[in-house]
Nanobody, 117 residues
Framework: QVQLVESGGGLVQAGDSLRLSCVAS????????MAWFRQAPGKERDIVAV???????DSADSVKGRFTISRDNTKNTVYLQMNNLKPEDTAVYYC???????????WGQGTRVTVSS
């Protein structure tokens, strides 16, 4: 079992930056593939970015070049650096973890990001 706690959300203006953090507790953090998802009002939850146990990262086309996922296994933390934020990035952002290659088993409570135009 692993517990995930996100932080770093807030209200910003278009073009601003935010860095989200997700701290994991419980079992060995380095064993998990980590991801950030987001859910905008009235929409389904979508994946934003993923990072493997070894640090290989990928992101959705909608955020490529603006968002960067990273992890620090010494701090049990995964980050999402978000630059040049747009109003369409407004959503609740969730951190998730999985030990396997399939669905994500563990989720944080979410942190809200609101981008005003």
């Amino acid at each position: 079992q692993v517990q995930l706690v996100e932080s770093g959300g807030g209200l910003v203006q278009a073009g601003d930056s935010l860095r989200l953090s997700c701290v994991a507790s419980g079992r060995t953090f380095s064993k998990y593939r980590m991801a950030w998802f987001r859910q905008a009002p009235g929409k389904e939850r979508d994946i934003v970015a993923v990072i493997s146990r070894t640090g290989s990262a990928d992101s959705a086309d909608s955020v490529k070049g603006r968002f960067t996922i990273s992890r620090d296994n010494t701090k049990n933390t995964v980050y999402l650096q978000m630059n040049n934020l747009k109003p369409e990035d407004t959503a609740v952002y969730y951190c998730a973890a999985t030990e396997g290659a399939g669905k994500y088993d563990y989720w944080g409570q979410g942190t809200r990001v609101t981008v005003s135009s």
